[in-house]
């Protein structure tokens, strides 16, 4: 695979627009943590949102120069856009926006926010993959539970501009990359297997080969990666992100692992090892991670956990 020349930043700042867990009686920031306040003109009466799903504004920094991206939407079509009115959020700094993978926990929000950003023609960087219609997850052979499908024609035509990729894709002028398709290598990371999707042929198993990450690279520290649910696995997405950029260190691992449930718990020791090998500065699992693997993982690295909620930011310098 060729690589991909990545530009260093002097910032990587992620704010959770949406995650599973919110306590706003948290006072655990720091320099790196900012954690949401219940406050609104100084009445503990402002709110933030969480739901099962997952949506991050990004934004880096190079010198007094600053961008921005939305990557995912969250849930709920209202869940994303009451956070960002609480938290004081202004979307018309957003130049463009990812979508991790096609699970409606993912762009649930979509058609709604798009519509409140005041910008012609957003463009969405996505796997042709995230359209495909009639995903389910079986549950013996005779139920079936349905995902809603992500409609393209209705992204389409509430101003969107969708830009198709199947592999790394380079964005904001190569600060950010969309890392695209991720290589199955591990042995124990294989993918959800009680997912389908239905074709004129019948029953298919779905690889959810839509699955994706952004990566940043953060100056003298190395790779910010940020998964959506890593359906993948977290290990397969991160090393697939040093191959793309040759670049071996990695400061920090956040978004979803998806080792929830008892599927995908037997997976969680081994998921540890290598990330003890990978040795990030932080690991700051989300959304479908689970409690059982959150927990495991801050006991075996306790000095690299963060833990993320709804409304957080995580700021990382050079």
Same mark, same amino acid.
């Given at each position: 695979?060729?690589?991909? !020349?990545?530009?260093?930043?002097?910032?990587?700042?992620?704010?959770?627009?949406?995650?599973?867990?919110?306590?706003? *009686?948290?006072?655990?920031?720091?320099?790196?943590?900012?954690?949401?306040?219940?406050?609104?003109?100084?009445?503990?009466?402002?709110?933030?949102?969480?739901?099962?799903?997952?949506?991050?504004?990004?934004?880096?920094?190079?010198?007094?120069?600053?961008?921005?991206?939305?990557?995912?939407?969250?849930?709920?079509?209202?869940?994303?856009?009451?956070?960002?009115?609480?938290?004081?959020?202004?979307?018309?700094?957003?130049?463009?926006?990812?979508?991790?993978?096609?699970?409606?926990?993912?762009?649930?929000?979509?058609?709604?926010?798009?519509?409140?950003?005041?910008?012609?023609?957003?463009?969405?960087?996505?796997?042709?993959?995230?359209?495909?219609?009639?995903?389910?997850?079986?549950? %013996?052979?005779?139920?079936?539970?349905?995902?809603?499908?992500?409609?393209?024609?209705?992204?389409?035509?509430?101003?969107?501009?969708?830009?198709?990729?199947?592999?790394?894709?380079?964005?904001?002028?190569?600060?950010?990359?969309?890392? %695209?398709?991720?290589?199955?290598?591990?042995?124990?990371?294989?993918?959800?297997?009680?997912?389908?999707?239905?074709?004129?042929?019948?029953?298919?198993?779905?690889?959810?080969?839509?699955?994706?990450?952004?990566?940043?690279?953060?100056?003298?520290? %190395? *790779?910010?990666?940020?998964?959506?649910?890593?359906?993948? %696995?977290?290990?397969?997405?991160?090393?697939?992100?040093?191959?793309?950029? !040759?670049?071996?260190?990695?400061?920090?691992?956040?978004?979803?692992?998806?080792?929830?449930?008892?599927?995908?718990?037997?997976?969680?020791?081994?998921?540890?090892?290598?990330?003890?090998?990978?040795?990030?500065?932080?690991?700051?699992?989300?959304?479908?991670?689970?409690?059982?693997?959150? *927990?495991?993982?801050?006991?075996?690295?306790?000095?690299?956990?963060?833990?993320?909620?709804?409304?957080?930011?995580?700021?990382?310098?050079?």
């Amino acid at each position: 695979m060729d690589r991909i !020349g990545i530009k260093e930043v002097d910032r990587v700042e992620i704010l959770t627009l949406q995650d599973n867990y919110i306590d706003l *009686l948290d006072q655990s920031s720091s320099a790196i943590i900012s954690r949401a306040a219940p406050l609104k003109d100084m009445y503990i009466k402002n709110s933030i949102i969480a739901e099962h799903g997952f949506s991050a504004l990004v934004r880096i920094s190079l010198g007094s120069e600053t961008r921005a991206l939305l990557f995912d939407f969250g849930y709920s079509n209202w869940g994303v856009l009451h956070n960002i009115d609480a938290l004081g959020v202004n979307l018309n700094e957003i130049e463009l926006a990812c979508l991790s993978h096609g699970h409606m926990d993912h762009f649930g929000g979509m058609l709604n926010i798009v519509k409140t950003i005041e910008r012609d023609r957003l463009d969405l960087v996505v796997h042709p993959a995230a359209f495909r219609p009639k995903r389910y997850i079986k549950f %013996g052979e005779e139920i079936k539970v349905y995902f809603p499908a992500l409609d393209k024609k209705e992204v389409m035509d509430a101003g969107v501009n969708i830009v198709e990729t199947t592999g790394p894709r380079s964005l904001l002028d190569g600060y950010v990359i969309f890392l %695209g398709e991720i290589p199955r290598e591990t042995a124990f990371e294989k993918g959800m297997p009680n997912g389908f999707y239905e074709e004129d042929n019948g029953e298919i198993w779905d690889p959810i080969e839509d699955d994706t990450a952004i990566v940043m690279n953060l100056r003298s520290k %190395g *790779l910010v990666v940020l998964s959506g649910c890593a359906h993948s %696995g977290v290990i397969n997405t991160v090393n697939h992100a040093r191959r793309v950029t !040759g670049i071996e260190n990695v400061h920090a691992i956040m978004g979803g692992f998806h080792l929830s449930g008892p599927v995908f718990e037997p997976i969680i020791a081994p998921t540890i090892d290598e990330l003890k090998k990978i040795d990030p500065d932080y690991v700051i699992p989300t959304h479908c991670t689970g409690r059982s693997a959150m *927990l495991q993982i801050e006991h075996e690295m306790p000095s690299k956990f963060l833990l993320n909620m709804s409304g957080t930011r995580m700021t990382f310098p050079s």
